[in-house]
C-alpha cells in the first residue's frame, strides 16, 4: 500500500480482554516499530522488528505486552488482560532501513495508530 | 540520556504571524533532531531533521528549524502562519534505533 496502516482504528475492551493490534508496513520495509501515545504526551518507543526478528522490547511495560511479526512483514501487538492503564493510541511505523542503520537511513514512517479504550 | 523538551503544550497565534515552536534537547554528544506533525486523526509526518550537515533546515510547508549548539536548541519556525497549520507538533531525537518523543506543543491558528 501507499504508507503504513493499522487496524483498528479504534478498539472498546472491557478490563480483562486480551487484544491483538495489526501493523501493515509499507511493502518492501525492513523494520518495524511500536510506540504508545498515552493523551498529552509523545510516542514511548516499546519494540522493534528487523525482518522478522525482534531486536530490542526494552520499552514493553510488562509481559502481559508481545508482538510478533512471523513473516517479516505484517506485526501484530498483543495485550492480554488488559487494564484501564493501557488505554492509549499505539503507533507502528516502518523503514526502509535496519533499526540500526546510519543515522540519515533512519526515517521511520507512521501509520494512524489505533486508539485502545479499557473500560 | 539523550532527550528533547518541549517548552509550552499550546500555542496560538493569528494568521499571517510568526510561528516560534521550541525545543531544547539534552545530548552529550551530537544529536540528530527531528520534527513531526500530526494532524488530526493522521499518523505522524516528518517535517524536517538536523543531521550535522547544516545548522539551518528547511522542511516541508515552509517550515525550518535552527540547530543551535551553545543554546541547546532546535526551535521550529515559519514566517507566515496558515490555517492548515493547526496540527501537533513534536520534536525528537533519534536513539537509534528508537526516536525519543517530546510532549508535544499544539498549535492553533486564530482568524
Known amino acids: 500500500g501507499a504508507g503504513v496502516s493499522q487496524s483498528p482504528r479504534y478498539k472498546v475492551t472491557k478490563r480483562g480482554q486480551d487484544v491483538a493490534l495489526r501493523c501493515d508496513p509499507i511493502?518492501?520495509?525492513?523494520?518495524l516499530y511500536w510506540y504508545r501515545q498515552a493523551l498529552g504526551q509523545g510516542p514511548e518507543f516499546l519494540t522493534y522488528f528487523n525482518y522478522e526478528a525482534q531486536q530490542d522490547k526494552s520499552g514493553l511495560p510488562n509481559d502481559r505486552f508481545s508482538a510478533e511479526r512471523p513473516e517479516g512483514s505484517i506485526s501484530t501487538l498483543t495485550i492480554q488482560r488488559t487494564e484501564q492503564r493501557d488505554s492509549a493510541m499505539y503507533r507502528c511505523?516502518?523503514?526502509?532501513?535496519?533499526?540500526?542503520?546510519?543515522?540519515?537511513?533512519?526515517?521511520?514512517?507512521f501509520g494512524p495508530g489505533t486508539r485502545l479504550t479499557v473500560l | 540520556a539523550q532527550s528533547v523538551t518541549q517548552l509550552g503544550s499550546h500555542v496560538s497565534v493569528s494568521e499571517g504571524a510568526l510561528v516560534l515552536l521550541r525545543c531544547n534537547y539534552s545530548s552529550s554528544v551530537p544529536p540528530y533532531l527531528f520534527w513531526y506533525v500530526q494532524y488530526p486523526n493522521q499518523g505522524l509526518q516528518l517535517l524536517l531533521k538536523?543531521?550535522?550537515?547544516?545548522?539551518l533546515v528547511k522542511g516541508i510547508n515552509g517550515f525550518e528549524a535552527e540547530f543551535k549548539k551553545s543554546e541547546t536548541s532546535f526551535h521550529l519556525t515559519k514566517p507566515s502562519a496558515h490555517m492548515s497549520d493547526a496540527a501537533e507538533y513534536f520534536c525528537a531525537v533519534i536513539v537509534p534505533p528508537k526516536i525519543i518523543f517530546g510532549s508535544g506543543t499544539r498549535l492553533s491558528i486564530r482568524p
Open positions: 511505523a516502518s523503514s526502509p532501513s535496519p533499526g540500526l542503520a546510519a543515522i540519515g537511513d533512519n526515517e521511520q514512517f
Open positions: 511493502s518492501g520495509h525492513v523494520s
Open positions: 538536523y543531521t550535522s550537515a547544516a545548522t
